[in-house]
């Protein structure tokens, strides 16, 4: 079951780099960060860590003709709690569930609609 709190999260893009276009919000992506495993608090270098594990894998399992990965801040309701993620182009909804169960996530957002679970 989802927990309500997911529903409430708020995804803030970070500003692409100085090579990479704009992101094209219009079509389908998915959100997904590697930040606290299984629903568990861990400290920064831990969660840090496995982000940059993320990142690398989401690059290896995107086609390559698909838009740079954009860092987006999942942020709680009230600003207290931000989860460093990821949108990726190019994954369709089995890879990004495989990923996201992979790197131990509840949850995950895809296509700005849907919010699915991963147990």
């Not at 100085?18 to 997904?32: E, V």
Request: avoid cysteine; aromatic fraction near 8%; charge should be positive.
């Amino acid at each position: 079951m989802i927990r309500p709190e997911y529903l409430k999260t708020l995804f803030v893009p970070k500003k692409p780099g100085k090579n990479q276009p704009p992101p094209d919000w219009s079509g389908p992506f998915a959100i997904l960060t590697a930040f606290n495993p299984s629903g568990k608090r861990h400290d920064d270098a831990v969660n840090q860590l496995a982000n940059r594990r993320l990142r690398t894998r989401l690059n290896q399992r995107r086609p390559h003709n698909s838009p740079p990965l954009v860092k987006i801040d999942a942020v709680s309701e009230d600003w207290s709690h931000t989860e460093k993620s990821f949108a990726v182009w190019g994954l369709d909804h089995a890879n990004a569930a495989k990923i996201g169960r992979e790197f131990r996530q509840d949850g995950r957002r895809g296509d700005k609609l849907h919010i699915f679970d991963t147990p």
